[in-house]
């Protein structure tokens, strides 16, 4: 089964690292994410930029309304979303709490499936 991790971030606490402390931070989840790359089971990977450079995309009566930044402001932010292969829940919570920005951000874990493979 699937499950999407959401890495939420506390804003003002990811803010205040060092430059060195961010890119030893990239580096270990470079390994990581090579890691589970060569376990098998991840399926993608991707960071988020920063909460600033959202859009909020809403279509009412035909009409599009393009909004800047994220739809709530709130204290935490998502910050990237990794998508993994796991044989259910536990093993996924398992992955996910290696993760070296368990660290730094609340980590959602959540079964995702394909439309497709709904009737």
Not at 21 to 30: I, S, V
Not at 58 to 69: E, F, N, P
Not at 89 to 101: F, H, K, N, T, V
């Amino acid at each position: 089964m699937n499950y999407l991790c959401q890495f939420w971030f506390e804003t003002s606490a990811i803010a205040e690292l060092s430059e060195e402390e961010g890119r030893r931070l990239t580096a270990d989840c470079k390994a990581y994410d090579d890691g589970l790359a060569a376990s098998g089971h991840l399926l993608m990977a991707q960071a988020l930029r920063q909460p600033a450079s959202a859009r909020t995309v809403r279509v009412s009566d035909g009409r599009i309304s393009v909004t800047d930044g994220p739809f709530a402001e709130i204290k935490e932010h998502l910050g990237g979303i990794i998508l993994i292969k796991a044989a259910d829940m536990d093993e996924a919570i398992g992955i996910a709490s290696r993760s070296p920005l368990a660290r730094y951000a609340a980590i959602e874990v959540r079964p995702a499936y394909s439309i497709k493979e709904t009737q």
